[in-house]
């Protein structure tokens, strides 16, 4: 089944933030911190009010009883965390914070005015990289020091099963920050109703009911005054799923001065202050037999957290635990050390933590083999759990606090299909021709296991309208996974109603009190499990209600095709929408059917004990040429496994997604600072995105093992894409390299880093 969203996206009709056009709307400009780190000495604002247009400029003097945002997942292993003030009254710890706004007749007026502003800093020293980060006698990024929160999880006696295994493969890794780089940029409308103290908001968010909380908390608004609105999100991969300093101060502009107001972020600003991830520093021991077999695993890293910890230390947390990945590790330890640099803060990208965690894993397996001169898919068979193994305790504990079990899965079958689909086995002898032509050409696989469908709850309501229309309301926003059609397919499906007649609302907090949020693949499993179970109730309520109307017992009554009819009576029956009618319609005097609440209208939140584990493996087989660094990518497979799928399409396109996105992690993309801590990649000139000839026809298969977790059987799908792609392709470059002696031990693996260490092993060689 097609997205039934893509008849409005490609035909123009999608419905942005930018799109909304409230009469009488002011815009938003915001002047962003050019310093790194630095003590704020004034902010002068009397030259820019008076510029045309402008209305109102805020301070941080004016917001300061706003206070900081919020931590939003805690830890006990944080320490002090520190999250932004909402406008930073002394300090500033990135270059790009948001340290004032103008809000103007008209954008380009705001943005004029940030010229009239006059903001004096006295620049700090900035801590700019992870090794300055854990100098001793460096700069502080905040007054409590630069560790954010230091962990450690042990399984088994990691020390003395290193200290008697037969090898010992050393190496360190440095993996480089990317970004979400979502097609459309942040933005917030928002206008406040005097009359019914009320706010309404449109937003990009990717967790529309958090947005609603912490709004009507920090406005002092109760939860129903403040209702937000999402539309068409272009793209979200993460980032948008905090609460920035705009979001706060839209509204309350919107509240102060009576009148809509709109911020929509440049790419400029988007580069410059929307979260990252990636970067992190390992270093790796792995402990085998001469045969081959995982016996230990040491793995201490450093975490880059940039300057805040919005969402806690839930990227390292997860790296932590995603490092064994499918393999039999019975020794294991992991310690990481979370800092605090002064850059934009880091919360999750798709992935989140585990294309690092795969990318650890797959090159030290590749290193082992290499050592032990075994073949390199037979290592990764020799150590996969098996079938038989599940439910499988790795033994550590998930960052849902409770035990990392995986649930399902068939990682042999998934290893097996890959490589007979990539043609694994005949790879030797087209390498060695392509030697002979002085083509350089390399393959390497990886395979990964992936939390998802991440708990509590993801609510949905069903409700069908007295006209027998079907609405859906899910509490989570869509960025582009077609939550339109996938949640449509599953109510249709339990109501047994055509498609046409089902309306998905996602992201819309006037539909459904509670809700969580677009991330951790957790839709497909949370809302997707609430959504068969509202539509059951609802159908049974639409029995019940039909079975009296019609005096005729319940077991004897159908719903088909949106009819409901009596077993073995033809002529007897109602339409849904009849049913629904009088599910709705209050007949004073006349009961409805067993206590029944009113309407055809039910609501499930249901919860999940833990979460569900998709998994895959892909290969890929490039070409390298060793005199320029490019990297052209000439096959890629991938594997994947998530259960089983709703919509075969959709997931299709998910795993496209994530592999160009890993593919963007493995050759091209990389937020650089330079040593003061300013952005050096501040455009899409330097920071570059895969485009259509970056990635190649990608083929995807797949696996099917039902997670036994929920009634679907499915897991999540919409990050795994990008978890294994980057250390796929690291391993094809590596193995493409290997005569030359490169090695490959970092992310991105850009033209410009590949050919330093092309020259750099070529002088060792000589
Ligand atoms: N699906 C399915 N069968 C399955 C699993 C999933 O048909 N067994 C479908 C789902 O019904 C849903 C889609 O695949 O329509 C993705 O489902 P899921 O894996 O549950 O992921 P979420 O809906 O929770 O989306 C979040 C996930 C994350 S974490 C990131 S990051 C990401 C991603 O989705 N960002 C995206 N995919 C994205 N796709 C687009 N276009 N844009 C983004 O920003």
Same mark, same amino acid.
């Given at each position: 089944?097609?997205?039934?969203?893509?008849?409005?996206?490609?035909?123009?009709?999608?419905?942005?933030?930018?799109?909304?056009?409230?009469?009488?709307?002011?815009?938003?400009?915001? &002047?962003?911190?050019? &310093?790194? =780190? /630095?003590?704020?000495?004034?902010?002068?604002?009397?030259?820019?009010?008076?510029?045309?247009?402008?209305?109102?400029?805020?301070?941080?003097?004016?917001?300061?009883?706003?206070?900081?945002?919020?931590?939003?997942?805690?830890?006990?292993?944080?320490?002090?965390?520190?999250?932004?003030?909402?406008?930073?009254?002394?300090?500033?710890?990135?270059?790009?914070?948001?340290?004032?706004?103008?809000?103007?007749?008209?954008?380009?007026?705001?943005?004029? /005015?940030?010229?009239?502003? &006059?903001?004096?800093?006295?620049?700090?020293?900035? +801590?700019?990289?992870?090794?300055?980060?854990?100098?001793?006698?460096? $700069?502080?990024?905040?007054?409590?020091?630069?560790?954010?929160?230091?962990?450690?999880?042990?399984?088994?006696?990691?020390?003395?099963?290193?200290?008697?295994?037969?090898?010992?493969?050393?190496?360190?890794?440095?993996?480089?920050?990317?970004?979400?780089?979502?097609?459309?940029?942040?933005?917030?409308?928002?206008?406040?109703?005097?009359?019914?103290?009320?706010?309404?908001?449109?937003?990009?968010?990717?967790?529309?009911?958090?947005?609603?909380?912490?709004?009507?908390?920090?406005?002092?608004?109760?939860?129903?005054?403040?209702?937000?609105?999402?539309?068409?999100?272009?793209?979200?991969?993460?980032?948008?799923?905090?609460?920035?300093?705009?979001?706060?101060?839209?509204?309350?502009?919107?509240?102060?001065?009576?009148?809509?107001?709109? !911020?929509?972020?440049?790419?400029?600003? &988007?580069?410059?202050?929307?979260?990252?991830?990636?970067?992190?520093? =390992?270093?790796?021991?792995?402990?085998?037999?001469?045969?081959?077999?995982?016996?230990?695993?040491?793995?201490?890293?450093?975490?880059?957290?940039?300057? !805040?910890?919005?969402?806690?230390?839930?990227?390292?947390?997860?790296?932590?635990?995603?490092?064994?990945?499918?393999?039999?590790?019975?020794?294991?330890?992991?310690?990481?050390?979370?800092?605090?640099?002064?850059?934009?803060?880091?919360?999750?990208?798709?992935?989140?933590?585990?294309?690092?965690?795969?990318?650890?894993?797959?090159?030290?397996?590749?290193?082992?083999?290499?050592?032990?001169?075994?073949?390199?898919?037979?290592?990764?068979?020799?150590?996969?759990?098996?079938?038989?193994?599940?439910?499988?305790?790795?033994?550590?504990?998930?960052?849902?606090?409770?035990?990392?079990?995986?649930?399902?899965?068939?990682? $042999?079958?998934?290893?097996?299909?890959?490589?007979?689909?990539?043609?694994?086995?005949?790879?030797?002898?087209?390498?060695?021709?392509?030697?002979?032509?002085?083509?350089?050409?390399?393959?390497?696989?990886?395979?990964?296991?992936?939390?998802?469908?991440?708990?509590?709850?993801?609510?949905?309501?069903?409700?069908?309208?007295?006209?027998?229309?079907? !609405?859906?309301?899910?509490?989570?926003?869509?960025?582009?996974?077609?939550?339109?059609?996938?949640?449509?397919?599953?109510? @249709?499906?339990?109501?047994?109603?055509?498609?046409?007649?089902?309306?998905?609302?996602?992201?819309?907090?006037?539909?459904?009190?509670?809700?969580?949020?677009?991330?951790?693949?957790?839709?497909?499993?949370?809302?997707?499990? *609430?959504?068969?179970?509202?539509?059951?109730?609802?159908?049974?309520?639409?029995?019940?209600?039909?079975?009296? =109307?019609?005096?005729?017992?319940?077991?004897? +009554?159908?719903?088909?095709?949106?009819?409901?009819?009596?077993?073995?009576?033809?002529?007897?029956?109602?339409?849904?929408?009849?049913?629904?009618?009088?599910?709705?319609?209050?007949?004073?005097?006349?009961?409805?059917? *067993?206590?029944?609440?009113?309407?055809?209208?039910?609501?499930?939140?249901?919860?999940?004990?833990?979460?569900?584990?998709?998994?895959?493996?892909?290969?890929?087989?490039?070409?390298?040429?060793?005199?320029?660094? @490019?990297?052209?990518?000439?096959?890629?497979?991938?594997?994947?496994?998530?259960?089983?799928?709703?919509?075969?399409?959709?997931?299709?396109?998910?795993?496209?997604?994530?592999?160009? =996105?890993?593919?963007?992690?493995?050759?091209?993309?990389?937020?650089?600072?330079?040593?003061?801590?300013?952005?050096?990649?501040?455009?899409?000139?330097?920071?570059?995105?895969?485009?259509? @000839?970056?990635? $190649?026809?990608?083929?995807?298969?797949?696996?099917?093992?039902?997670?036994?977790?929920?009634?679907?059987?499915?897991?999540?799908?919409?990050?795994?894409?990008?978890?294994?792609?980057? @250390?796929?392709?690291?391993?094809?470059?590596?193995?493409?390299?290997?005569?030359?002696?490169?090695?490959?031990?970092?992310?991105?693996?850009?033209?410009?880093?590949?050919?330093?260490?092309?020259?750099?092993?070529?002088?060792?060689?000589?």
């Amino acid at each position: 089944m097609r997205r039934r969203e893509d008849a409005r996206l490609v035909t123009g009709r999608g419905r942005y933030v930018a799109d909304v056009a409230l009469s009488g709307m002011l815009h938003v400009a915001v &002047h962003r911190s050019p &310093h790194a =780190h /630095a003590r704020l000495v004034t902010v002068d604002a009397d030259t820019a009010r008076r510029r045309p247009g402008v209305v109102r400029v805020l301070v941080p003097s004016d917001v300061a009883a706003l206070g900081r945002l919020p931590l939003l997942v805690p830890h006990a292993s944080l320490t002090a965390p520190v999250c932004p003030e909402v406008l930073p009254r002394e300090v500033v710890s990135y270059a790009g914070q948001a340290v004032a706004v103008i809000v103007a007749e008209g954008a380009a007026q705001a943005e004029d /005015a940030l010229e009239a502003l &006059h903001v004096e800093y006295e620049p700090l020293p900035a +801590v700019a990289t992870l090794d300055e980060a854990l100098r001793p006698d460096g $700069p502080r990024v905040h007054p409590g020091g630069n560790v954010a929160a230091s962990f450690t999880q042990r399984v088994g006696d990691p020390a003395g099963a290193l200290a008697g295994a037969e090898v010992i493969v050393r190496e360190r890794f440095r993996l480089h920050r990317g970004a979400g780089m979502a097609l459309e940029t942040r933005a917030i409308a928002a206008r406040w109703d005097a009359d019914l103290g009320q706010l309404t908001l449109w937003s990009t968010t990717q967790a529309p009911q958090i947005l609603r909380r912490l709004v009507a908390r920090y406005l002092g608004l109760a939860e129903h005054a403040v209702r937000v609105v999402t539309r068409d999100i272009g793209g979200g991969f993460g980032p948008k799923a905090i609460v920035y300093p705009e979001d706060i101060l839209v509204p309350f502009l919107a509240r102060a001065l009576d009148r809509p107001v709109r !911020f929509v972020e440049s790419r400029r600003e &988007h580069l410059l202050a929307v979260t990252q991830e990636r970067d992190q520093w =390992h270093e790796v021991e792995l402990g085998l037999t001469r045969g081959g077999e995982i016996v230990a695993l040491r793995d201490a890293f450093v975490h880059d957290c940039g300057a !805040f910890v919005s969402w806690g230390i839930i990227v390292p947390l997860i790296t932590s635990v995603s490092v064994p990945g499918p393999y039999r590790v019975p020794n294991y330890e992991v310690t990481f050390t979370a800092v605090y640099t002064n850059r934009v803060p880091v919360t999750p990208v798709r992935g989140a933590g585990r294309p690092q965690a795969v990318f650890v894993m797959e090159r030290m397996l590749d290193l082992a083999a290499q050592r032990l001169g075994l073949d390199r898919v037979a290592i990764r068979a020799r150590n996969l759990i098996q079938p038989g193994d599940f439910p499988y305790d790795v033994g550590l504990v998930s960052r849902d606090g409770g035990p990392r079990r995986y649930d399902s899965g068939n990682y $042999p079958e998934c290893l097996r299909r890959l490589v007979e689909a990539a043609g694994w086995d005949g790879f030797a002898a087209e390498q060695k021709r392509a030697r002979a032509e002085g083509r350089w050409l390399g393959a390497g696989l990886a395979l990964f296991v992936e939390d998802t469908g991440l708990g509590p709850y993801e609510g949905v309501r069903v409700r069908v309208d007295p006209d027998g229309q079907v !609405f859906v309301f899910s509490g989570a926003s869509s960025q582009g996974q077609s939550h339109e059609t996938t949640l449509a397919q599953i109510v @249709a499906d339990g109501l047994s109603v055509p498609l046409e007649r089902v309306t998905v609302v996602p992201g819309d907090t006037a539909g459904i009190p509670y809700g969580v949020g677009t991330f951790a693949s957790r839709v497909a499993v949370l809302a997707g499990t *609430s959504a068969a179970r509202a539509a059951a109730e609802v159908r049974r309520k639409a029995l019940a209600v039909a079975a009296s =109307h019609l005096e005729a017992a319940p077991e004897d +009554v159908v719903l088909e095709d949106g009819r409901l009819g009596v077993r073995g009576a033809p002529g007897r029956g109602l339409t849904l929408a009849e049913v629904a009618t009088l599910a709705s319609t209050p007949r004073p005097g006349y009961a409805l059917p *067993s206590g029944m609440g009113p309407g055809l209208d039910a609501t499930a939140y249901v919860p999940v004990p833990q979460s569900t584990y998709s998994s895959g493996a892909h290969a890929a087989v490039v070409e390298v040429d060793p005199e320029t660094g @490019a990297v052209r990518i000439l096959r890629y497979v991938a594997v994947d496994d998530c259960g089983t799928l709703i919509n075969p399409t959709i997931v299709e396109g998910q795993v496209h997604g994530g592999i160009a =996105h890993g593919i963007g992690n493995a050759l091209l993309e990389e937020i650089v600072y330079d040593a003061a801590g300013q952005l050096a990649t501040g455009t899409l000139m330097e920071y570059a995105l895969p485009r259509a @000839a970056d990635v $190649p026809r990608l083929v995807v298969q797949h696996v099917v093992t039902p997670s036994p977790l929920n009634p679907l059987g499915v897991k999540g799908a919409g990050e795994g894409g990008t978890l294994p792609a980057p @250390a796929a392709v690291a391993n094809a470059v590596a193995d493409a390299l290997r005569p030359l002696g490169v090695e490959v031990t970092e992310m991105p693996l850009t033209r410009e880093r590949l050919w330093r260490r092309v020259q750099a092993a070529s002088v060792r060689i000589r």
